[in-house]
């Protein structure tokens, strides 16, 4: 039982080239989210996905895509990365349960653009 | 979602119990109180959670009281590999997005 695996960890973009921040769960969790830290600063939600094939907004979306296939994956899409996205992006799930607002982080990816 | 409000950061030695205050005046009926811990380079982690009174686990102990507005969350018997950052979260059944504020910074000395 792995968790939430986040990949890359590291990660250089020059301005205005894109990737994909991958995100996996094997907890079979309902609920996933994407997160960004900034310097001193706690997380601000970007996506998040209640289940498969919904996905929405969260506090700082712009520049940001999301999509959400299957149950396990949760991809982060930045199609222009400019230099204030430079952060550290952390990948959550948790599930459903009545009440429980338990969510089980990744490592962390740390982005860099220059 | 309620806003919390929690001191920046706190001092403490090895051996010595912290108490973290958070404010949250204006939290629902239907909130839970969570409390999730950070170590630099990691995601958080969840510490304990609760409703009303008082939360006991393994890590930590969680104090409620009647009408709350505040919650407190006591690690006991500290030690330098509790050196983190502390949030503490409000939320109810229908919130799936959860709110980190920046947090306390816990600073454990020997």
């Known amino acids: 039982n792995a968790g939430v695996t986040q990949t890359p960890k590291f990660q250089v973009l020059k301005t205005g080239q894109s990737m994909t921040l991958q995100c996996a769960q094997d907890?079979?969790?309902?609920?996933m989210s994407w997160y960004r830290q900034d310097p001193g600063m706690g997380l601000r939600l970007i996506h998040y996905?209640?289940?498969?094939?919904?996905?929405d907004q969260g506090e700082v979306p712009n520049g940001y895509n999301v999509s959400r296939s299957t149950t396990e994956d949760f991809p982060l899409r930045l199609l222009s990365a400019a230099p204030s996205q430079t952060s550290v992006y952390f990948c959550a799930s948790s599930s459903f349960r009545r009440g429980d607002t338990e969510a089980f982080f990744g490592q962390g990816t740390r982005l860099t653009v220059v | 979602l309620a806003k919390t409000t929690q001191p920046i950061s706190m001092d403490s030695y090895e051996g010595q119990e912290v108490n973290i205050t958070c404010s949250h005046n204006n939290i629902a009926t239907n909130d839970y109180i969570t409390w999730y811990q950070q170590f630099p380079s990691q995601g958080p982690r969840f510490i304990i959670q609760g409703y009303k009174t008082k939360v006991t686990n393994e890590v930590a102990s969680l104090f409620i009281p009647a009408d709350r507005k505040s919650s407190t969350l006591s690690l006991p018997r500290v030690s330098l590999s509790d050196t983190a950052v502390y949030y503490c979260l409000v939320g109810g059944i229908n919130d799936y997005k959860l709110s980190f504020g920046a947090g306390t910074t816990v600073t454990v000395r020997a």
């Open positions: 996905s209640v289940g498969a094939g919904i996905t």
């Open positions: 907890m079979n969790h309902e609920y």
